[in-house]
Structures are given as C-alpha cells and as structure tokens.
C-alpha cells in the first residue's frame, strides 16, 4: 500500500518506517505537530525528522508552521484532557492530506509509543478513516520499543525528554507537591 505516515519525530518513526518497509508499504511521512513547545523544542525535533529521513532516504512532507496558540486556545479550558484534541487534529490533516493526494491509507508513529494512549489513537484514526474515506492502518509498534531507541542512538539522533506539549514539558520537570 501507499501509506502516509504522520510522523511526531524522528525516534517514534525509526520502528514503524523498517516495520512498513519491511511489509513492501511505499511510505512517505507526515510532519505536523502544532503541540510541540517551546519553539526551540519544535525546531530540534524538525531538525531530527529532517536528519532522519535523510539517512533512510525517507519521503516526507513537511507542516512546519508553528501553530501553538489554535493548540493552547483548544487545550487550555480543559488540559487534563489536552491528548484527545493533540491526537485529533494532527491524524485528522494526516487523513485529509492523504485523501486529497491518492494514498490508500494513513498511520501514525504515535502508535511506536508506550506513553500514549493507543485506544483513542485507534478510535479517532478509524473515525477519521470513515469520513476521509482513506484507510486507517492501526499497527501495536511498541513491541519494537527498545530496538527503536538503540536505532536512534546510533543514528545520533536528537533524543526529547517529553511528549511535546506545554502541559507534558510541565509534568516532566516541574517537582509535584507533596500535599
């Protein structure tokens, strides 16, 4: 199949791209993450996508605009549930961008990733699927979890200490209270 793959950085892509590749899948990736802060952050994993598909000779289009304050307006009245809108509305560009340009499917690398939540992944890529009219291809590529990471540190690649947004930047480092 001709797959487009969204592609929330270089190191969640590493698995999924050999696993497809491997299964004869044309892929091409999907960059668009409007979540990512600071813009520091944004650059760096843009950079490492770029690096990335350098190496691996991999197709991508690229969504670098910076679009945190529509992210901050959508998440902010309600941040504990900040990763149903961060899910949506990034494989809801993937799935148009791939109906529009005669993919057969469309996926994601947020499903590489132990921390994210692969049932609504699931359940808003087969939605999206319906209304695009373009295949949602759900694939479990945790099991390549730690094979992933020693591709990236081999590759040198920029390896994130947080999910990408604001809010996940915050839980990462700022010490919980105690009360």
Not at 19 to 40: A, D, K, M, S, W
Not at 66 to 73: K, P, Q
Not at 131 to 138: A, K, M, T
Request: net charge negative.
């Amino acid at each position: 199949m001709n797959i487009l793959l969204h592609v929330c950085c270089a190191n969640c892509a590493i698995y999924p791209v050999k696993v497809l590749r491997e299964q004869n899948h044309q892929v091409t990736g999907y960059f668009f993450n409007p979540n990512i802060h600071p813009f520091q952050e944004f650059e760096r994993r843009l950079n490492a996508v770029r690096d990335y598909a350098e190496c691996t000779e991999l197709t991508m289009i690229y969504r670098d605009d910076y679009l945190l304050e529509e992210f901050l307006a959508q998440t902010a009245p309600s941040p504990e549930s900040r990763c149903g809108y961060c899910y949506q509305s990034r494989l809801e560009e993937t799935a148009r961008f791939a109906a529009q340009n005669d993919y057969e499917a469309f996926s994601t690398s947020l499903l590489y990733s132990r921390f994210q939540q692969h049932d609504t992944i699931r359940e808003y890529g087969q939605a999206l699927a319906r209304r695009y009219s373009v295949e949602f291809l759900y694939r479990d590529f945790r099991t390549g979890w730690k094979e992933g990471i020693d591709a990236s540190r081999a590759m040198g690649l920029y390896r994130q200490q947080y999910c990408g947004c604001i809010y996940s930047e915050k839980d990462r480092y700022h010490p919980k209270s105690s009360n």
